[in-house]
């Protein structure tokens, strides 16, 4: 099994990706980016009838993770230090969203990454950067919760 099978299951079983309702859709080497698609959950929304704004960070902390992690060949994980966040757009329940997660720079202690949620037509919903540590990608073994 290559590396992106492995990536696309293990957002099938984790726990975060289930409740989020992400799907690993690829990886370009060339650019290092990842691409999630997300459906909105009714449980997602708020009275307003969008994404709550901090599972919409959850979203985009998702894409910008999976990035790196693609990057590194499923080897590493970013452990987030800071995550700034523009709400660019309502993302009302039951959209489609396609995220698109890019490592900017890669180094022995720091990840930059950046991200952001289109809709189907290309629309921007919202836009993210992170700062993180690279540190090995645990397995749910590891971590007792598989």
Not at 2 to 16: A, E, G, R, V, Y
Not at 68 to 93: C, K, W
């Amino acid at each position: 099994m290559d590396w992106q099978n492995q990536i696309s299951l293990s957002t099938d079983s984790s726990p975060h990706s289930s409740l989020l309702g992400s799907e690993f859709v690829g990886f370009d080497e060339g650019t290092r980016t990842a691409t999630m698609r997300f459906t909105v959950k009714r449980e997602m929304t708020t009275w307003r009838g969008g994404v709550q704004g901090g599972l919409v960070a959850g979203y985009l902390d998702d894409v910008m993770g999976y990035a790196y992690v693609a990057s590194t060949g499923g080897e590493m994980a970013p452990l987030n230090l800071d995550i700034s966040m523009s709400l660019i757009r309502l993302i009302p329940e039951g959209a489609v969203v396609t995220g698109k997660g890019r490592v900017v720079k890669a180094g022995r202690r720091v990840v930059f990454l950046e991200g952001e949620l289109l809709a189907e037509d290309g629309t921007i919903y919202a836009r993210a950067t992170s700062t993180a540590i690279p540190t090995p990608r645990p397995s749910p073994t590891e971590t007792g919760m598989g």
